[in-house]
């Protein structure tokens, strides 16, 4: 790629940017827009729609950047959780990263590839039409003694990186640590779901959980819920809510007299009445519905079994139950917002078939990937693509064009094809057996994460090194030379990718582009009121990965083209300021994992150090520098030798709370007069949603009464 068409995208997605920003800073202040752009506060009652026109509305302020600045981690601990917290921390950590490689990369090691003239050398006076290849290492001259410079880069970041994230691990598990303190009693701290219950011939699950705790957890157990398959019911609860969303419509329209007599079915009927018929009908089946799940023993083998102390509560999760150690099966309960009851209506044989077909899914999600990485690879080539398509080849001449083409194009589909992505993995993780949606979002991160990994990187990288270059397999001793040159010189392809799926994406995220659009057609058409919407979360599962895929590129080709770590830095920059504001106004947790994300991240980023380090071990050794190659070997194992220790050391935090933090937080319990309403409440906690009592209303003119109404907790 010339350094033409890096100008070209750049140009482009800073032009996005600015355009983003601007329409940001005056639509958010526009009334009409608030369910967009803060819908949180509109929910918290922060903030309310005013009518009076204000001319200052039409002018676009900064004022937000200020107010997200200003944002403290406390602030944000209170008011998003310690999750958001740990997704702050995973921008911070990458930013002081590349800070850290940044001056060794620009202000030392790329004066020393300018300086080679293994390609060729830069011509200052025609700068844009430089291939970006001069500014690698693959323009250093082999056995230069200026590699050592590289070399000396290598370990140090290492170094750096490993203490940044030592310091994080403690850091977070300590945070993690004090969260729990800190918090009220919550349900999930006393409960277990048990599992692959055994029970005898003439019972129930119900009798087999209640008499096996009663014998072996006497003195500790409390109560227990067992589930039952309510697929039935939630079908028959959504559709009642949207026939009373259509109905409360109609019935809001000032024009509803022209809903009185209209043709349907044949005949004319009054569209309001006939609504309320059907409600009546489904409030008929869904109590008839509930009687029978409740009555007829409709029972999955498993149950939530709450205890009386958080510590009885750990020893039943991770003490074996049985002698047979495929029956009961106990892992800690999710918070009760946070269970995925769809899942309990799978058999063991679903579940296990499923996660079969899970993994052959992803399998072969990847290696369709694979068609669209080609056509961008093949893109950004135009010797290729004039090969390709013929036709073209007057078009391509075209300078314009070709910088369009070659430097924004393929980073822009590479990019709308990774947007079908996450949607893909959530569903895969949805049907593999996970018991919450904080499983299923960690689940989904994983598999977005290793998939950009594997598609982005390893296949852009060897797409173009070899899928492009037939020759290369015709002439097999060319392949390591080629190889040296083709590995680095991906990185152009990268910046472009950074600036496109970073500055871009990242400033589409403030905008809400497709919440936007679809408010705009949804206007017309309904009346939205400041109670009448949803307020969203954050995907951590589509963010996270994009962030770790980032932090790996910019640890991978630092030593190799540090001209991509400025665009980064920018990148993170947008991203710190932008998700401080999107936590403030748009997103409410939806769970809290108390920072369980930060194992994916201290993995991903063990895993990008040793791919750094078998790079520099291949280069060295194609730039004929033996020693440095025999010198790098010590520190991947240094590498995984330290990951080994954090996972000793930290790991087993993430995982469960320790006895000794248990008993000090039951035994400050002990003083607290409200345990005994807590633990009234506790009994109910984990009931499904679908069985819980319903209302239904004819009733007309009570439009703020909902017609499903929520149980009054106890």
């Known amino acids: 790629m010339l350094v033409s068409a890096l100008l070209t995208s750049l140009g482009i997605n800073s032009g996005l940017c600015l355009l983003f920003f601007t329409l940001y800073s005056i639509l958010r202040k526009q009334p009409i827009n608030y369910e967009v752009y803060i819908p949180r506060l509109l929910a918290e009652g922060s903030s309310r729609r005013r009518s009076r026109f204000n001319l200052e509305r039409l002018i676009p302020s900064p004022g937000w950047v200020r107010r997200a600045w200003k944002l403290t981690e406390d602030d944000l601990l209170e008011s998003s959780g310690l999750d958001a917290v740990v997704f702050m921390r995973i921008i911070t950590f990458s930013l002081k990263i590349f800070l850290f490689a940044g001056i060794i990369g620009i ?54 990186v490993c203490y940044l994230l030592y310091y994080e691990y403690s850091y977070i598990s300590s945070k993690r640590i004090a969260y729990f303190y800190s918090s009220k009693p919550q ?26 705790f009663k014998e072996y957890h006497p003195s500790t157990y409390l109560s227990h819920m067992v589930i039952r398959r309510t697929s039935k019911l939630r079908s028959l609860i959504n559709d009642a809510t949207k026939l009373y969303k259509r109905l409360s419509q109609l019935q809001s329209d000032p024009n509803q007299e022209k809903h009185k007599r209209v043709k349907l079915f044949g005949e004319k009927v009054d569209l309001v009445d006939h609504y ?7 409030e008929e089946n869904l109590r008839m519905e509930q009687s029978e799940v409740s009555l007829d023993g409709d029972e999955v083998r498993a149950a939530f079994v709450s205890f009386k102390s958080r510590y009885g509560a750990a020893i039943a999760c991770h003490i074996q139950q049985s002698v047979n150690p495929t029956n009961w099966i106990a892992e800690q309960a999710p918070e009760p917002h946070d269970v ?16 079969l077909v899970v993994i052959v899914a992803c399998i072969l999600l990847t290696i369709l990937f694979i068609v669209p990485v080609v056509i961008v690879q ?18 391509l001449t075209i300078t314009f064009v070709s910088q369009v083409i070659t430097g924004y194009l393929p980073s822009l589909i590479l990019l709308l094809f990774l947007k079908i992505v996450p949607p893909i993995m959530v569903f895969l993780s949805s049907i593999q057996g996970y018991i919450s949606h904080s499983d299923i979002d960690k689940s989904a991160c994983n598999k977005v994460l290793w998939f950009t990994v594997w598609n982005i990187f390893f296949a852009t990288v060897f797409s173009g090194s070899i899928l492009y270059q037939i020759n290369i397999i015709l002439d097999p001793k060319s392949i390591p030379s080629r190889l040296a040159v083709a590995v680095p010189a991906q990185a152009s392809f990268f910046i472009a990718y950074v600036v496109t799926s970073g500055w871009t994406s990242t400033s ?3 905008f809400r582009i497709i919440p936007f659009i679809c408010s705009m057609i949804r206007r017309p058409f309904s009346k939205t009121t400041d109670d009448d919407f949803e307020v969203p979360s954050i995907k951590y599962y589509s963010d996270i990965p994009r962030i770790l ?15 991509i770590l400025p665009f980064l830095l920018i990148y993170l920059c947008l991203a710190y300021i932008i998700y401080r504001n999107q936590f403030i106004n748009v997103y409410e947790p939806k769970y809290e994992t108390a920072g369980k994300f930060w194992p994916i991240v201290h993995n ?10 078998a790079i520099a071990v291949g280069i060295f050794t194609l730039k004929k520098l033996s020693l440095a190659s025999t010198l790098i070997f010590p520190l991947p194992v240094l590498t995984l030798l330290f990951n080994e220790y954090c996972r000793k050391r930290f790991l087993p935090n993430f995982i469960a709370y320790s006895a000794e933090v248990l008993i000090k937080k039951d035994r400050a319990d002990e003083n607290d007069a409200t345990m005994g309403e807590f633990f009234d409440e506790l009994t109910t906690a984990y009931q499904d949603p679908a069985l819980k009592p319903v209302r239904y209303t004819s009733n007309g003119d009570n439009l703020n009464s909902p017609l499903i109404s929520s149980p009054e907790r106890r």
Not at 276 to 282: A, P, T
């Open 508 to 510: 589409s995220e403030l």
């Open 340 to 355: 995925y009851w769809p899942f309990f209506s799978s058999s063991f044989m679903r579940r296990w078939i499923s996660k």
């Open 549 to 563: 895929l980032f932090g790996l590129l910019g640890i991978t080709y630092f030593f190799l083209a540090p001209l």
């Open 604 to 613: 991903s980023t063990i895993f990008s150090l040793v791919l750094m380090h």
């Open 276 to 282: 309320e018929k059907q409600l009546e009908d489904i």
């Open 378 to 395: 093949g893109l950004t080539n135009l010797s290729q693509l004039e090969i390709w398509f013929p036709f073209l080849k007057s078009i």
């Open 187 to 212: 349900p999930h701290q006393f409960t277990i779901l048990v599992r692959s219950i055994p029970v005898p011939a003439g019972s129930t699950v119900c009798d087999s959980v209640e008499s096996f």
């Open 107 to 160: 202000f030392v090691i790329l004066p020393v590839n300018c300086k080679g003239t293994e390609l060729h050398e830069i011509d200052f006076a025609d700068f844009s039409n430089n291939s970006l290849d001069v500014f690698t290492i693959s323009n250093v001259n082999s056995g230069s003694k200026w590699l050592w410079i590289h070399f000396s880069a290598v370990y140090l970041v290492t170094g750096f």
